[in-house]
């Protein structure tokens, strides 16, 4: 969701004060220092976030089970996956830097540092999960327009390269909230393809 995003960008400190693990103990601890305000601000944002998405599952479901219930519990279950990583890594983290920021410990600020550039990486395989069976519902069951499917199937690719190490992973697990912002317009305000037969499988 645009909130986990928000609070990314938020509590990114090496982006905005061009810092690196290697920087001088004194420059990381000011502006950790500097950005624990932002830090406690970014815990509610992706807090917020998961809770957006945990609600949009609900409309998620109803779509997908009318085509098949199998998929709408296999796409629920990954979305509520990455919905409690989104507060057990994103939140927590902000949180931590802002804890190191008030013991002015360099070590933990550097450790929190890269853990941040991470933190979206656990993110990808269950997002891929979500992903994919809302879209192979959407392609066996027509729970969802034709472009829709497309989009689905080009982020379900997306999120494959997402599990390859040299991937910029963390970026493609932030990237995927993009589908869920889409999904959620069209279950919305986008014209329902009407109700299928309801398949087990």
Not at 89 to 107: H, Q, R, T, W
Not at 121 to 142: D, E, N
């Amino acid at each position: 969701m645009p909130l986990a995003l928000a609070g990314s960008m938020l509590s990114d400190t090496a982006g905005g004060a061009n810092l690196n693990p290697g920087s001088p103990d004194a420059e990381l601890l000011e502006v950790f220092v500097d950005y624990r305000g932002r830090q406690l601000v970014a815990a509610s944002l992706f807090a917020a976030g998961a809770a957006a998405q945990l609600v949009f599952l609900g409309p998620l479901w109803a779509r997908l089970r009318t085509g098949s219930e199998w998929l709408a519990v296999v796409a629920v279950a990954g979305g509520v996956a990455a919905g409690v990583l989104w507060v057990a890594i994103g939140a927590g983290g902000a949180l931590a830097s802002a804890v190191a920021a008030d013991y002015n410990d360099a070590d933990a600020a550097r450790f929190l540092m890269v853990y941040g550039w991470e933190i979206g990486r656990v993110t990808v395989a269950p997002y891929l999960v979500m992903v994919a069976a809302a879209t192979v519902a959407g392609i066996q069951h027509h729970v969802f327009g034709s472009r829709f499917n497309t989009f689905g199937v080009a982020f379900s690719a997306l999120l494959v390269l997402g599990l390859f190490p040299a991937s910029p992973a963390g970026l493609m697990g932030m990237v995927a909230t993009v589908w869920v912002v889409v999904a959620s317009l069209i279950l919305a305000f986008g014209k329902d393809p009407g109700p299928g037969p309801l398949h087990e499988g």
